[in-house]
């Protein structure tokens, strides 16, 4: 498995570091309510208190650019942060998902030269995700971050001191964490792998809209009896002729996964051809498992 740059990590919250600098919490009259607002580009819902800033900003980063979206927001003792950005690669082994997670935190840590509290898995509608609280001398941060197909959410929340987010922050950033949502299908490129093995994107939406044979996955037995339900995606090579090769489940409940791999195998599409030649192509199928 290639391993992803150490670097990598850093850019990413860099970014959302210098967002909250750019933000510090303001002295403004009481909030007294939340707003929601929802973003049809970046696929979420979520609430913040009082007026929201927008920023977009273009990183480089070891693995190609990465163009990060963030809204903030603050009251007199806390800035709020929803941020969002697009991948340049496909994390496609489960391996590589699991070490991009498990090392995302590690940029915030070292960039604010605080101290790590706590770091906990979570998931969002069976994506995979990461919660962590960073404590600093003046200041607390505590952030939840989500591996959406090739997108990469951050919610975050930074106070002004450390107190304050044990005490009269608990519930305030509960209520935010549990306002963010996911509204749409993850945004995931298609990428032409030529033979030499190098990869490229080609044109959005190139793997769904080219399906000749679509297979839904069997419900697992275990699964229901279980309880168990959820979406799981799984990354697919396609051959010139259209079939597909290689099938890899890289988010969603272990106990649907199988399933999911064994139907998207069965997919059959149309060849993609790259400057009139046939090429092979990447990319993910999503498969929602709802309990009846």
């Not at 101290?115 to 919660?131: A, H």
């Not at 190098?198 to 279980?226: C, H, N, T």
Request: with cysteine; aromatic share 10%.
């Amino acid at each position: 498995m290639k391993r992803i740059p150490q670097s990598f990590f850093l850019a990413l919250f860099v970014f959302a570091i210098s967002s909250f600098a750019q933000t510090q919490p303001q002295q403004t009259a009481p909030v007294e309510f939340w707003k929601e607002f929802s973003s049809t580009a970046g696929g979420f819902k979520a609430a913040l208190p009082g007026d929201r800033a927008e920023t977009s900003k273009t990183l480089e980063s070891p693995l190609g650019k990465i163009k990060c979206h963030t809204f903030t927001s603050w009251v007199p003792f806390a800035s709020f942060l929803v941020s969002y950005s697009d991948l340049p690669v496909i994390l496609a082994e489960p391996g590589q998902v699991k070490e991009f997670l498990d090392h995302m935190h590690e940029g915030e840590v070292e960039a604010s030269q605080g101290k790590l509290l706590s770091m906990t898995e979570i998931e969002l509608d069976g994506y995979p995700g990461r919660e962590f609280i960073v404590g600093m001398p003046d200041s607390a941060f505590r952030m939840r971050y989500y591996l959406v197909g090739q997108r990469f959410y951050q919610i975050a929340v930074r106070t002004t001191n450390a107190a304050e987010m044990a005490r009269s922050m608990v519930l305030m950033t509960d209520e935010f964490f549990a306002s963010f949502k996911l509204t749409g299908r993850p945004v995931n490129k298609a990428l032409a792998v030529d033979e030499k093995g190098k990869a490229r994107a080609v044109k959005k939406g190139v793997i769904s809209g080219s399906a000749l044979k679509m297979v839904d996955a069997a419900y697992p037995e275990e699964a229901q009896a279980a309880g168990v339900s959820g979406k799981v995606q799984v990354q697919v090579t396609i051959s010139e002729e259209g079939r597909v090769i290689e099938a890899i489940a890289i988010s969603g409940p272990e106990l649907l996964r199988e399933a999911a791999v064994q139907a998207a195998r069965a997919w059959v599409f149309k060849p993609t051809k790259l400057d009139g030649v046939p090429v092979k192509v990447q990319g993910i199928l999503t498969f929602n498992f709802e309990l009846k």
